[in-house]
T-cell receptor, first 112, second 113 residues
Framework: QKEVEQNSGPLSVPEGAIASLNCTYS??????FFWYRQYSGKSPELIMS????GDKEDGRFTAQLNKASQYVSLLIRDSQPSDSATYLC????????????FGKGTHLIIQP | GAVVSQHPSWVICKSGTSVKIECRSL??????MFWYRQFPKQSLMLMAT?????????EQGVEKDKFLINHASLTLSTLTVTSAHPEDSSFYIC?????????FGQGTRLTVV
């Protein structure tokens, strides 16, 4: 049974601070890792993908992957109120034919 | 990013009727598409994998006779919810993976009354 675990929150962060979101997964064969942002009533929006150990930065976002620890995280720098949303961690075995396994999501609140 | 378009964005139907949801890849060809379902306050759950030109693969616990999937072309997959009941009310979302990243359609909010 493939599982992806996230703290459901809510995680409250002051505006301008760094928000840190964490995710662990159970399947050691997982190869592709994704972070999505989902606003209430909307479809998930891709923020970052990461495939190899280490850090990957894109603007205010940094994804970190540690396959040995089966851990993936997302850092959001200079948090803005518009970053308030549910952040979904998703994992895939790597092949294009496999769907994603999602965590339950972390509800992030950025306090103005 | 790649564009995945879903239609309709919302639909209300009577119990016992069928509803068809379309998922299109607008700027790429997709031999495989995925259908997810999301209930309120829950995460996305994979329902089935739609394969162009062949039968869909359903996840455990998903009734294939109730959720009919057709992937007749490289840019279109359809999900038909047959004999819908109120418990089928949910947010249905399709996705595709043109390269490495996975993109989602806008989702379809189904309400069965």
């Amino acid at each position: 049974q493939k599982e992806v675990e996230q703290n459901s929150g809510p995680l409250s962060v002051p505006e301008g601070a760094i928000a840190s979101l964490n995710c662990t997964y159970s399947d050691r064969g997982s190869q592709s890792f994704f972070w999505y942002r989902q606003y209430s009533g909307k479809s998930p929006e891709l923020i970052m993908s990461i495939y190899s150990n280490g850090d990957k930065e894109d603007g205010r976002f940094t994804a970190q992957l540690n396959k040995a620890s089966q851990y993936v995280s997302l850092l959001i720098r200079d948090s803005q109120p518009s970053d308030s949303a549910t952040y979904l961690c998703a994992v895939n075995l790597g092949g294009g034919a496999d769907g994603l396994t999602f965590g339950k999501g972390t509800h992030l609140i950025i306090q103005p | 990013g790649a564009v995945v378009s879903q239609h309709p964005s919302w639909v209300i139907c009577k119990s016992g009727t069928s509803v068809k949801i379309e998922c299109r890849s607008l700027d790429f060809q997709a031999t495989t598409m995925f259908w997810y379902r999301q209930f309120p306050k829950q995460s996305l759950m994979l329902m089935a994998t739609s394969n162009e030109g062949s039968k869909a693969t359903y996840e455990q616990g998903v009734e294939k006779d109730k959720f009919l999937i057709n992937h007749a072309s490289l840019t279109l997959s359809t999900l038909t919810v047959t004999s819908a009941h109120p418990e089928d009310s949910s947010f249905y979302i399709c996705s595709a993976r043109p390269t490495g990243d996975v993109f989602f359609g806008q989702g379809t909010r189904l309400t069965v009354v």
